[in-house]
């Protein structure tokens, strides 16, 4: 109505335009800048290898792993067909990961709701975990032979602690208020472990996911080493037999490019399932 | 007749995490009347909340009887409502969720116990808020979501612990006022503590004084301010500070012991 007020309003919508283009701004340098790195790393990488600074049958260099994986992708590998290995690794990351999440939900529940059960078994979990897990690919491949199954086990012993602990803690750290009140309202013990404690030991449960995956990737890899027919890992192991450090670096490539993707799902997983949750600021995430 | 809640001689102590025994509450004599409005005042740590947990059954007294309308409490009992001082409506349900948890964990139908819920959310004025998630509502509206999901199960005691103090002052006064409404609506007998005598008055009518920690009971007030009242407009009124200022002379000396107390063990 009043000048006053005119004047007020024009340096906000400003000010808000202004804020929207210093973002748009921030966004294309954060963008121009990531690709220039990687450009400028495959870069060097390729012409210290051209120049022979660096040595290319040791190290590779960019134009020979694109090359192996486009041979790869069109003729197949020694192995059989590309998709295939890709597949078989596939199977056993996830295999393992449902497992050992499953197993390790299970019993970090059970052990966080029963102090009899978590000081008898305490010290021998915490002696399990202190082995350097990646050996039992070793035993497992002798025992359960050189199928898919030696790799599952793998997998799932790696990922079963990482949720194990989480689901543990989380369950012991359930606020004590919302237990009382679920009492109060009628709730015995079954329905306190359905109704409270796994959906506040949930968030604890889900952020060790993102880890469990990463390393139910590597049980299955490790698990392929041990011994294997197909897979990813196999494919790395015959490279590395024939001096094929092209093959080694292009089996990286699609390991993580195989994670990646799975994060993406694990992450669209997470905003299902704790969706209750007040969103957190994006800006720190990588 | 009855009384709703009587405690007679009731001792609780705990162990502290060192090992040493704490006692909370002392030879703690109280009782309350069918459709009663009381109110506990006393200052901090003198075990005000430890009494409603012996109420609710959620603790054992270590000495003395505790009896809901005339049976000795063991265990948590049906008809007890409690409102606690934190947030403790469940984060991962929606508001309506929330408020048919109760009737859902006593065995009702998913349908029965849905409309229950959204009868009771309209009545604490929350219609239209049913999807929400409690960290998307306001701390007053939490406070609603907790108030309905405790008189959802109608209960005959209603049990509040400092149900207010984390709000402003206008949004509390608003909740005082609706508090007395609902109550007045049900037959439900309410103890209600809080360290705010003013609150405490305008609430109820039988004020309890406990002493500084260990708790007991040094005197019991009537209130004998007309109903219904207006907590905003009531505290205007002559009578409510006759009462007052006779009330605070038994409650200020518990606040300076308390405080002194506090001051030499390096926590004020």
Avoid at chain 2, 23 to 30: C, G, H, K, S
Avoid at chain 2, 144 to 163: C, F, H, K, Y
Wanted: with cysteine.
């Amino acid at each position: 109505m009043s000048a006053s007020s005119v004047q007020a309003e024009r340096p906000v919508s400003d000010l808000a335009a202004r804020r929207k283009r210093e973002a748009q701004r921030r966004r294309l340098t954060v963008a121009g800048l990531r690709l220039g790195l990687g450009v400028a790393i495959l870069a060097g990488w390729e012409i210290t290898t051209r120049l022979g600074w660096v040595d290319a049958f040791f190290w590779s260099q960019p134009s020979a792993v694109a090359a192996k994986l486009w041979l790869w992708l069109t003729q197949g590998t020694d192995l059989g067909p590309l998709w295939e290995q890709v597949l078989v690794t596939m199977e056993e990351t996830v295999g393992g990961f449902v497992v050992g999440s499953i197993l390790g939900v299970i019993f970090g529940v059970a052990l966080g709701r029963s102090r009899l059960l978590s000081d008898v078994l305490g010290p021998y979990i915490k002696g399990a975990n202190a082995i350097p897990r990646v050996v039992v690919g070793a035993l497992f491949a002798v025992a359960l032979g050189l199928d898919i199954r030696s790799k599952i086990a793998t997998a799932a012993v790696l990922v079963f602690f990482v949720v194990f602990f989480n689901a543990f803690q989380g369950v012991r750290e359930v606020d004590r208020n919302l237990i009382a009140n679920a009492r109060i309202l009628g709730a015995g013990d079954r329905l306190l472990t359905t109704e409270i404690l796994i959906p506040s030991a949930l968030s604890w449960i889900v952020a060790s996911l993102h880890t469990s995956f990463g390393l139910a990737l590597v049980g299955a890899v490790v698990g392929e080493l041990f011994g294997a027919t197909a897979g990813l890992g196999e494919l790395i192991y015959a490279a590395k037999n024939n001096f094929d450090t092209a093959g080694v670096f292009a089996g990286m490539a699609l390991l993580a490019a195989m994670a990646l993707v799975a994060e993406a799902f694990i992450t669209a997983l997470e905003n299902r399932l704790i969706k209750w949750r007040p969103p957190v600021a994006t800006e720190t995430r990588i | 007749m009855t009384p709703a809640i009587e405690l007679r001689g009731v001792t609780k102590r705990f162990l502290t995490p060192s090992g040493g025994v704490y006692t909370a509450l002392r030879d703690l004599n109280m009782t309350v009347e069918p459709g009663e409005f009381c109110a506990v005042v006393g200052p901090t740590g003198c075990g005000k909340s430890t009494t409603l947990a012996l109420i609710s059954g959620l603790e054992p007294a270590s000495e003395g009887e505790v009896d809901v309308f005339g049976s000795p409490v063991k265990g948590i009992a049906d008809g007890i409502g409690y409102v606690f001082q934190a947030d403790a409506v469940f984060p991962w349900k929606t508001v309506l969720e929330n408020v048919a948890a109760g009737p859902r964990y006593r065995g009702v139908s998913n349908s029965d116990a849905r409309e229950r819920a959204l009868d009771w959310i309209s009545r604490v004025g929350l219609s239209g808020f049913e999807d929400r998630f409690p960290y998307q509502l306001s701390g007053g509206m939490r406070k609603r979501v907790a108030l309905a999901q405790s008189l959802i199960n109608g209960p005959r005691i209603l049990l509040m612990d400092e149900p207010f103090s984390a709000l402003d002052v206008q949004t509390r006064s608003l909740m005082e006022n609706e508090l007395l409404a609902l109550w007045a609506a049900s037959s439900a007998s309410v103890v209600f503590v809080t360290h705010d005598l003013e609150e405490a008055i305008s609430l109820s009518d039988r004020v309890f004084v406990i002493t500084a920690g260990p708790g007991t009971v040094k005197s019991n007030y009537k209130v004998d301010l007309p109903r219904p009242r207006n907590v905003a407009e009531i505290r205007f009124q002559p009578r409510f500070a006759e009462i007052y200022e006779e009330i605070w002379k038994d409650l200020k000396d518990e606040v300076l012991v308390s405080y002194e107390r506090q001051k030499r063990s390096g926590a004020a």
